[in-house]
């Protein structure tokens, strides 16, 4: 849907306005920031990542041919960092496992959360932050997703089993 | 497990989202009244929702001060939206400035006498004891499209270090005619700054809130460095190479040269930028500037934007100019009794891992003081006792490892950290690493930031509250005198006896980034 508060702002935007920007971070920060936590599972990267995002389409405006249509655009620029960043994360994990570096970890039960979360695979990530994060409903996400509503269900249902086998084999290599 | 169980789990499951129909709840419930390991299950999945509903709503706790952080990027000067032409421009305004660079030079001649030209006219503003800067500029209402005028006025007293920024923010959402009004004042010794409006929901009444801070002397120094004489647009002065002379004009009775010409690579949001100084010949001082932005690629129409409409150099600012008592009318958020000084090493309060501040060097490295301590009450004397310049870094539960310009479009350069020194200040201790790239840095003015590679080891980075994400204050320094002004000052600020570490000098700074460089390029 086009937004006639973005159309404006980017518009000022674009004439150099950063003031104007503001009210986009405003307005679109949580959500991005939603995007990354549920595609990279750690609250971390996503705050890097929603940073990265912000100031890439602070730079990359210009490039935004519908100003009204701001919300899709920056989250598909969201989506395509995440990607970029699984990908390196993927990529250091084989180094790190070729030089058998053995990470001290501390035991905390909200860190084991949130590694159990980031081993989730991404199809059961995604709808499981939607839901808890966002708290959004199965039908909400089923929309955003462009899935059937009882396959979010199921996803969800499916993430919570996941998630309670991670957390009982207390063997919390990340994959 | 059998097959029922399997369907029922994911009843349970159901159940918890709210979601199972009441069909289902029924059954449900008679098959955990008969099988223990489903209602061990259910059990363990309810705690685990409950943990998860927490762990998402702490991440949620902290999304005003992250949202804070990426508006504080942005206000970054370096910070700007590249034209699509810009790099083409970039060239064609290169070959420009070769072409003119003969003709105009940093000076030209005319009427007999030697006369100031534009392109020194920066550095003789700015070598003045007093400036006053008064104007205002445009700002579109996002809400109604609207452009107003927000004014603003700037006076810097170099000589007794204070300094006066009156600002504008916006207007007011019940009264579209009254200008929020900003205000910071130094006067040498405390710093008043309006925090922002607040408004009673009861009174409807609106006050604006004022802080005190005492500064410590090196931050005083740092702050009158880094703040420059001339505001935003105005440090578009550094290119105006290619401009040309258009006319002669009076302002005020003094004879100014009229400057005209497009920035075609500026440092800031808009590519097609346009300005007008006036420039006075006879000191090499502007006057007066005007800018006009256009938005459009191809479009022949600029809008008059910003105006400093008064620069005035050496003169005397009002009685009350620097004065920091406070204005009637708002609320105090402390006073000057109460006032904390900051130092260089204090940070908002909420991170125990924090940059401090970071040099950049001739050959592109880097000195970064940084602090990293996850429980302040556990001195870290062990871990820094034995570290050797040029070697690791400390072993820290959380570490700044890397530099990295960014964004950049070449292959990612990289700044590995080093051990150079540390200092230790009321238990604090302070790693300064020297961060020497492994090729050669791209120009800085080609890049935003350093963004900081921070590294943990067996601590959850939410543990210390915060983390260096750019390097905030940046200084370049590029002789001895500026290193021990800067570098052995700020070391110095950050020790208990107030001395940096003998061992850090200009030369061997200068010495040990260049045998890491070559250690890394055989």
Redesign the interface.
């Known amino acids: 849907m086009n937004d006639a ?1 973005d159309d ?2 980017v ?13 986009l ?2 307005r679109h ?2 959500r991005v ?1 939603a995007l990354c ?1 549920g595609m990279m599972g750690s ?2 990267d ?3 990542l ?2 990265e995002v ?3 389409g ?6 935004l041919s519908d100003a009204g249509r701001f919300e899709p655009w920056i989250l598909k620029v969201a989506r395509n960092l995440c990607l970029d960043a699984l990908r390196r994360r993927k990529r250091l994990k084989a180094r790190a496992a070729e030089q058998a570096v053995e ?4 035991p ?4 084991d ?2 590694r159990a ?1 980031r081993r989730l695979p991404l199809e059961l990530r995604v709808p ?2 939607m ?3 966002e708290q959004k409903d ?1 039908e909400t996400i089923s929309t955003i997703l462009n899935i059937s509503h009882s396959l979010v ?1 199921q996803r ?2 499916a993430a ?2 996941e ?2 086998a991670l ?2 084999e207390g063997d919390h290599d990340e994959r | 497990m059998n097959a029922d169980c399997r369907r029922i789990r994911d009843h349970i499951s159901d159940a918890i989202s709210d979601a199972l129909p009441e069909a289902d709840e029924r059954a449900l419930r008679e098959h955990l009244d008969g099988c223990a390991d489903c209602r061990r299950y259910a059990q363990s999945l309810a705690r685990e929702h409950a943990s998860l509903a927490d762990h998402f709503a702490r991440i949620d706790a902290g999304m005003a001060a992250r949202r804070s952080q990426v508006l504080a990027a942005i206000e970054q000067p370096r910070l700007a939206v590249p034209s699509l032409r810009r790099r083409i421009l970039r060239k064609v305004a290169v070959a420009a400035a070769i072409l003119v660079a003969a003709g105009l030079g940093l000076r030209w001649i005319g009427l007999g006498t030697a006369a100031y030209g534009l392109t020194e006219a920066l550095e003789h503003s700015q070598n003045a004891d007093v400036i006053h800067i008064k104007g205002w500029h445009l700002r579109e209402s996002v809400d109604s499209g609207e452009l107003k005028r927000l004014p603003f006025e700037h006076w810097i007293d170099r000589r007794n270090g204070r300094y006066r920024d009156d600002y504008t923010i916006g207007y007011a959402d019940s009264d579209p005619n009254r200008p929020l009004c900003m205000l910071e004042v130094f006067d040498g010794e405390y710093c008043m700054d309006t925090r922002g409006y607040s408004t009673d929901p009861a009174t409807g009444r609106t006050t604006l809130s004022i802080e005190y801070a005492k500064l410590s002397p090196f931050q005083r120094r740092l702050k009158m460095h880094t703040m420059g004489a001339f505001p935003a647009f105005m440090k578009h002065l550094r290119e105006v190479k290619g401009f040309t002379r258009t006319g002669r004009e009076q302002i005020e009775g003094t004879a100014t040269d009229v400057w005209e010409g497009e920035i075609v690579a500026p440092d800031e949001t808009v590519p097609y930028t346009k300005l007008r100084i006036w420039l006075s010949p006879s000191t090499g001082r502007i006057l007066r500037i005007r800018r006009w932005l256009n938005e459009k690629e191809d479009s022949v129409e600029w809008m008059l934007r910003q105006e400093a409409h008064t620069i005035e150099y050496d003169v005397l600012p009002p009685p009350d100019c620097f004065r920091t008592d406070p204005p009637d009318g708002y609320e105090l958020v402390n006073t000057k009794a109460t006032a904390v000084t900051r130092e260089l090493g204090d940070y908002d309060g909420r991170s125990r891992f924090y940059t401090c501040v970071g040099f950049t060097l001739n050959d592109g490295s880097v000195i970064l003081g940084w602090h990293a301590n996850h429980l302040p009450q556990e001195s870290q004397a062990d871990v820094f006792a034995n570290l050797r310049p040029a070697e690791s870094l400390p072993q820290l539960p959380a570490r700044v490892v890397a530099l990295k310009p960014w964004p950049i479009e070449e292959e990612d350069t990289i700044l590995a950290g080093y051990h150079l020194a540390w200092t230790a200040k009321r238990g604090k201790f302070y790693e300064w690493g020297l961060y020497v790239p492994d090729r050669k840095v791209p120009e800085r003015n080609t890049f935003k930031y350093y963004k900081v590679i921070s590294e943990y080891s067996g601590v959850e980075p939410r543990s210390f509250g915060g983390r260096p994400n750019l390097v905030a204050e940046e200084v370049t320094i590029t002789s001895d005198v500026e290193f021990k002004t800067w570098v052995i000052g700020a070391m110095a600020e950050l020790s208990d006896n107030s001395v940096a570490p003998a061992h850090v000098t200009y030369e061997n700074v200068m010495t040990l980034a260049r045998q890491i460089h070559s250690s890394l390029n055989p």
């Open positions: 508060a404006n702002a518009q000022a935007c674009r004439q150099g306005d950063k003031a104007a920007y503001a009210t971070v405003e920060y949580r920031f936590l609250a971390h996503a705050e890097d929603t940073q912000m100031l890439k602070f730079t990359n405006i210009r490039k990470q001290v970890r501390e905390h039960a909200d860190h959360l949130e979360i499981l932050t839901y808890y994060f199965a269900c969800i249902r919570r089993n998630l309670h957390l009982m």
